[in-house]
């Protein structure tokens, strides 16, 4: 059964991921930067579910993305419950996913600590 239940989860945070990509895109908010969704766990009672996020730029325009996804949360919801209906619409928050920034720090010091082989 939790394999059952592990699998619906994985659908539900691919579906709700892909509908809060395509309305980040739509968003007006000006405090909203380049931004990718890099994933969401959505929990089991789907009463909340946490979105990540991977912002282009510095720490400022970071800060200022997630507070204008923090502040455009209700109409992302609503265009959740109007695109999945779902038994329950998650209440959204916003985290900022490092793990795209790890990547690119770790491959600049693997091609530092590589040998040339260029030549």
Do not use: C, W
């Amino acid at each position: 059964m939790t394999r059952d239940v592990s699998e619906r989860m994985r659908k539900v945070n691919a579906a709700v991921r892909e509908v809060i990509s395509e309305g980040v895109g739509e968003l007006q908010d000006p405090r909203i930067g380049f931004l990718t969704v890099t994933g969401v766990r959505t929990a089991t009672d789907l009463r909340s579910a946490v979105v990540f996020v991977s912002v282009l730029g510095s720490e400022r325009k970071r800060e200022a993305t997630l507070a204008g996804l923090e502040a455009a949360h209700g109409v992302l919801q609503a265009r959740i419950a109007r695109e999945l209906r779902l038994k329950r619409t998650p209440q959204l928050t916003f985290e900022y996913d490092d793990s795209v920034e790890r990547g690119v720090r770790m491959t600049q010091l693997i091609d530092e600590l590589a040998p040339d082989d260029q030549q």
